[in-house]
């Protein structure tokens, strides 16, 4: 399959917007095969527009590049949201960045495919990988029907299951998973259906909406203080097609702020099926940092080109010159004022090489739902935020921490709810922090952790309390990494 190297842009305006309209079929997964089964048939179908083939997205390679099959988890090197983005959407599906799939042209001259069945069920072991969740769920696509000729085939439509937009492990399963198809089904611990996991006392329990119900809802947010899960069962939905792409610009202090506001506007009131971000990144050496707008759209090409249309725009708005270890801060904010976005442009123009911060438009279909331990109050934000930091081992630069924590702390806490979605919690959070990101449940939470363990057996991850109850010092939180 062809791959398109992503370069450093030439200077000025837009420099790459790739629309996807092709598919290609994927390779093979990766450890143990999950398992598909699907529900009964949808009475009656939604949409596709017509003239519009099954199809998804396909890779798209971030500012700077980075290998296929790269991880940043893990090792932390090569952390690229773009690249995340590309792969987590697409691990094995299509042609490379910026290149229509080969066979993209008889693809969209095709008729689309209504899926048959209004979503399916994913099973898998606990340790695999987005990817290859992705790279499975695509290979196998489900029957839908021809809108054309009306007639029915069994490999037609692929389904995805709400994961992160940066491929992650699936422990996001239980504390979170914020990607492309949140604003329209929700987070990842929002389709989960079954974990079976082992709890504190050794016993091993298959957690659903069937069993425990307080157990239930703990493990949709805060699952690692709860057991060790060991399978999961989640919904899959059907993602006919996408419409994707970046819009890259060269950071220049003096319009990247104005960039920003006309983003914010313009997604403002986006449908649900709209991903959309805008990132500052700094470096690589020897290069421009950048300001990134990527966007996934869950609809045709023609729905999501009113999207390109306004970003377009935004080209006229600037004027200016267009072993790693890493560390994570994150918030969830209830509104973008002009005042962050002219700070947050300031304080960037002073993080060292390796440092990208990331607004990420949240709302939509996050709200609608209200059974786990992730509180109303944090569901309602309009936004996370992050500052993804990397650099390099030898590097001893304290702005690579500093610059993120005086970040959320100057300019992000004023419009803040107070913590991050629990997956975003970083090692060494201070508690506070952490009990604030479940908000008006902390005290069930806090409850639920005493009686399920009352031994603090499960104490290597985000839990802020020893086995009394009292605050840990943020430092003694996980242990150091390997
Ligand atoms: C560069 C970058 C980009 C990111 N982008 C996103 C994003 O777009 N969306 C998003 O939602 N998140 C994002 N994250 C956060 C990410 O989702 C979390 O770090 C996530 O927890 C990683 O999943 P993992 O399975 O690899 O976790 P690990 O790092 O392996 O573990 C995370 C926690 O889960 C626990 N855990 C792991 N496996 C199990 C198990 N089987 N049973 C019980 N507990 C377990 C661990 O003890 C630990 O406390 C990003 C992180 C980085 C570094």
Not at 298 to 318: H, I, K, Y
Not at 326 to 343: A, G, H, Q, Y
Request: a negative charge; one cysteine or more; proline letters at 9%.
């Amino acid at each position: 399959m062809p791959i398109t190297t992503f370069v450093q842009p030439p200077s000025g305006g837009v420099v790459a917007w790739n629309a996807t309209t092709g598919f290609s079929a994927v390779g093979p997964t990766m450890g143990a095969t999950p398992l598909l089964s699907m529900p009964p048939l949808m009475p009656s179908m939604g949409s596709v527009p017509p003239g519009m083939s099954p199809a998804f997205l396909q890779a798209l390679r971030g500012p700077f590049g980075g290998g296929e099959g790269t991880s940043a988890m893990g090792t932390g090197a090569g952390m690229n949201m773009g690249m995340g983005i590309g792969m987590g959407m697409n691990a094995g599906m299509a042609a490379g960045p910026f290149s229509p799939p080969a066979d993209s042209r008889s693809h969209s001259s095709s008729a689309a495919r209504n899926p048959v069945h209004p979503h399916a069920y994913v099973t898998f072991g606990a340790g695999m990988r987005q990817r290859d969740i992705d790279a499975y769920t695509a290979a196998h696509p489900l029957p839908g029907q021809n809108t054309v000729s009306g007639v029915r085939e069994e490999h037609a439509v692929p389904y995805y299951v709400p994961m992160s937009a940066h491929p992650v492990g699936s422990s996001i399963m239980m504390l979170g998973g914020f990607g492309f198809v949140s604003r329209m089904h929700g987070l990842s611990v929002d389709n989960v259906v079954e974990v079976e996991m082992v709890l504190a006392d050794g016993r091993v329990v298959v957690a659903s909406e069937e069993g425990d119900p307080d157990l239930w809802w703990a493990i949709r947010g805060a699952g690692p203080a709860f057991g060790i899960a060991t399978r999961y069962k989640v919904r899959a939905h059907p993602i006919p097609i996408v419409f994707a792409g970046n819009l890259i610009y060269r950071f220049h202090r003096a319009t990247a702020a104005s960039l920003i506001k006309h983003f914010r506007d313009c997604v403002k009131n986006a449908p649900r099926e709209l991903y959309a971000n805008v990132l500052l990144t700094a470096g690589p050496a020897d290069k421009d940092s950048l300001v990134v707008i990527q966007m996934c759209y869950a609809g045709s090409r023609e729905d999501g080109l009113a999207f390109l249309r306004q970003q377009d725009s935004v080209a006229q708005v600037l004027r200016g010159k267009v072993g790693r270890q890493w560390f994570l801060r994150s918030s969830l904010i209830t509104s973008l004022p002009d005042e962050v976005i002219n700070k947050t442009v300031l304080e960037f123009s002073n993080t060292p090489i390796g440092c990208t911060w990331i607004f990420e438009l949240a709302g939509g279909a996050i709200e609608d739902f209200e059974d786990t331990c992730l509180p109303k109050e944090q569901r309602a934000a309009t936004w996370t935020v992050a500052a993804l930091h990397q650099w390099d081992m030898g590097i001893d630069d304290p702005r690579c921490i500093e610059t993120a924590e005086e970040w959320m702390k100057r300019t992000i806490a004023p419009v803040a709810t107070g913590g991050p979605l629990p997956t975003f919690l970083g090692r060494h959070e201070p508690a506070s922090r952490t009990m604030a990101s479940f908000g008006a449940s902390w005290s069930r939470l806090a409850g639920l952790k005493a009686r399920y363990d009352p031994d603090h057996v499960f104490r290597n991850c985000f839990w802020p309390l020893d086995a009394r109850g009292e605050p840990l010092d943020a430092l003694v939180n996980e242990p150091p990494s390997p």
